[in-house]
């Protein structure tokens, strides 16, 4: 585990503050669980990146598929239409732009734009092209856990020992990585929650970070506002999941224990609440470490 609070490990290329950085997220699509539709004009989206960016992320995610269970897949062409505009007024706002893809033609213009991280929920699965494009490209890199589509994923969330199989699966997608040319620094790792994996699954993994931030690349944790915290939260009386967009307070709570295992950055529908918090995380690690200002 890192120091308390403080992240274990940085990828070049990208903001290194003392603390874990916030990533706040952008989907421009008309189904994302949480968010699906709101943002799904450009001008809009583009609004609500640049209140992102007031808040203090350090990274603004766009997106333009949804991956929630289930979900169909658009054409690249829309895929394309959605996010490409977003990103170049983002990164024209001053923003550091992630995308959030598993197409490389929409990771290579999104880069022609100006973003500076490619954000793959497939760990370069879904497209042959993506790893051999992102390391002629230079850019950084998040490598996620993936066993499939979203219209197949759920039924594959079958493991004997989660912690393990991920571990594994992470480790040979980095290695695949280093095999296309990207080289070891500029790559993060993320346990995917909710992506083959059901509530257990999650919060299995969430208990053994230590063990992801061993492996030996930066951990992005995104686990604001799914669906596991929304069963957490569920109403005593009915029963009935918390609403999505009522899940902030809960998904700052894994934001700081996340900060305080170590964890490299946090994706969040909530930034300024988040990046309080890892602020905090950060203070507090300090001051046990004697390393406070
Ligand atoms: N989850 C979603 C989208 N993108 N990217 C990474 N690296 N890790 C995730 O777990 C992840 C992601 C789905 O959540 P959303 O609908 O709130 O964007």
């Known amino acids: 585990m890192g120091v308390n609070g403080v992240p274990k490990g940085s990828v070049a290329g990208l903001p290194t503050p003392p603390r874990a950085l916030v990533m706040g ?60 505009p977003v990103v170049r007024a983002l990164v024209e706002a001053g923003a550091q ?7 490389a033609r929409v990771a290579h213009e999104a880069i022609e734009a100006g973003a500076v991280l490619v954000n ?17 490209s230079g850019v950084a890199y998040v490598s996620m856990h993936w066993r499939g589509f979203s219209d197949q994923m759920q039924s594959r969330a079958v493991y004997d020992d989660v912690v393990a199989e991920v571990i594994k699966g992470l480790r040979s997608r980095a290695e695949a990585a280093y ?35 061993a492996v030996g690349h930066p951990v992005l944790l995104a686990a604001s506002r799914k669906t ?6 569920s ?12 899940r902030d307070d809960a998904s700052v709570a894994i934001a700081v224990l996340a900060a305080r295992a170590g964890v490299w950055c946090v994706r969040a529908h909530a930034v300024r609440p988040t990046l309080d918090a890892v602020k905090v995380a950060a203070r507090w690690g300090a001051e046990e470490a004697g390393t406070s200002p």
């Open 25 to 84: 997220v952008l989907n421009v699509t008309p189904d994302s669980f949480s968010d699906g539709g709101l943002w799904l004009e450009p001008e809009r989206a583009i609004a609500h990146g640049h209140e992102l960016l007031a808040e203090g992320a350090d990274l603004i995610d766009v997106g333009g598929e949804s991956t929630r269970p289930g979900a169909a897949r658009p054409s690249e062409q829309e895929e394309l239409r959605r996010v490409i």
């Open 97 to 103: 732009v992630s995308i959030d893809t598993m197409r």
């Open 120 to 136: 793959d929920v497939s760990g370069g699965l879904a497209d042959p092209e993506m790893l051999p494009m992102v390391a002629s």
């Open 179 to 213: 095999a296309a040319g990207i080289p070891a620094e500029r790559i993060a790792i993320d346990p995917g929650l909710g992506f083959a994996k059901t509530g257990e699954h999650n919060w299995t993994l969430l208990a053994a970070l230590d063990r992801l931030t």
């Open 228 to 233: 596991f915290l929304g069963t957490l939260l």
């Open 235 to 246: 109403d005593p009386a009915t029963g009935r999941p918390r609403r999505t967009v009522e």
